[in-house]
């Protein structure tokens, strides 16, 4: 089976600019999670996804939004970039009756 | 909430050392608990993860962890750690809800 896959692998935007990620999950997988990584923060949750319905969210502000699509297929979008959200993106599948989750190779996004 | 705690922000070791990684979390109920880890310039695989049964899980790589209800905690062991094994180990558990809930990751340098 193919892995979670991310695209674009990275990103150089400026401030004020948007940006939409997106994750194709493990065929078969219903579940889509968001992280972000940093050096000081570590992981942290944005939010999960289970058959199109947002179910989980972490404590990010409302510039953080994402979807998901009838083909479990996610998006994720930052509006009104802050130099601090420069970070590595993850995204992670998991089955609909487990919680062990199977993450991509994240999206790298720098802020200017 | 639930938060986890990584205490180990960073070890040192030479190559046949044991390991142990310390792995506290707070939330009183039912949690199934993970250990990833990422390895220089890959993406976080899952080592092994307990949801119930025997509190002494094996995992990949000769690594293993064990539950202690009463502590809390979950820590991560491997008897003897070669070079191979530097990376950056994450602790993770999810309680009630579909969140993944991090610590704040484990730096393990292993030197030959």
Redesign the interface.
Known sequence: KAGVTQTPRYLIKTRGQQVTLSCSPISGHR?V?W?QQTPG?????LF?Y?SETQ??K?NFPGRFSGRQFSNSRSEMNVSTLELGDSALY?C?SSPQA?????????TRLTVT | AQSVSQHNHHVILSEAASLELGCNYSYGGTV?L?W?VQYPG?????LL?Y?SGDPLVKGIKGFEAEFIKSKFSFNLRKPSVQWSDTAEY?C?V?GN?????????TRLQVFP
Not at chain 1, 41 to 45: A, D, K, S
Not at chain 2, 97 to 105: A, E, M, N, S, V
Request: proline share 2%; net charge neutral.
């Open positions: 579940s999670s992280y923060q570590g992981l942290q949750f999960e289970f179910r989980n972490g993850l992670a487990t919680y062990e989750q199977y993450f991509g190779p994240g | 199934n993970f990833y890959q993406h976080l695989q899952l993860k949801f994450f993770a999810n809800t579909d969140k993944l809930i991090f610590g704040t990751g």
